[in-house]
C-alpha cells in the first residue's frame, strides 16, 4: 500500500493546488496513517470475534476494528473529495479540459 505523502498530493492537485488545501492535506496523510495502524491490527484478528456480555452470555459479533475502519474509508473519500481527487471529479475536469461536455444528470459515476 503507498503511504500518501503531502508532496505527493500537491502534484496531483498540479495547478489547482492552493494553499488553503495544505490543512485538508495533512488531515488526509493523519487519517491515512490511522487507517493503515487499523488495518494491520485488523489483519492480525478474525473479523467476527466473541464477546462475552454483562449477563455472561457470549456472541460472536463483527470485530469494532472493521466498523473503524469503513468509518476512516469514508473520511478518506470526503477529504479526497474536498480536494477534487476522486476518480469521477477527475474524469469531468478532463472531460472539461478537452472540451468536453458533462451531463450532471448521470451520477453513475458517483458510485
Known amino acids: 500500500m503507498a503511504v500518501p505523502t503531502a508532496e505527493k498530493i500537491r502534484e496531483y492537485l498540479g495547478e489547482k493546488y492552493r494553499e488553503s488545501d495544505e ?28 464477546h462475552t456480555n454483562k449477563a455472561g452470555a457470549t456472541n460472536i459479533v463483527k470485530n ?29 475536469a478532463a472531460l472539461l479540459g478537452m472540451g468536453g461536455k458533462v451531463d450532471d444528470d448521470d451520477d453513475f459515476d458517483d458510485y
Not at 491515512?32 to 478474525?46: G, P
Request: proline letters at 4%; zero cysteines.
Open 64 to 92: 469494532p476494528l472493521a466498523i473503524e475502519i469503513t468509518k476512516t474509508v469514508q473520511t478518506l473519500n470526503n477529504l479526497l473529495k474536498s480536494l477534487g481527487l476522486t476518480p469521477a471529479q477527475r474524469k469531468k
Open 23 to 50: 490543512e485538508l492535506i495533512q488531515l488526509y496523510i493523519e487519517t491515512h496513517k490511522y487507517y493503515r495502524k487499523l488495518k494491520k491490527e485488523v489483519n492480525k484478528h478474525d473479523l467476527m470475534i466473541s
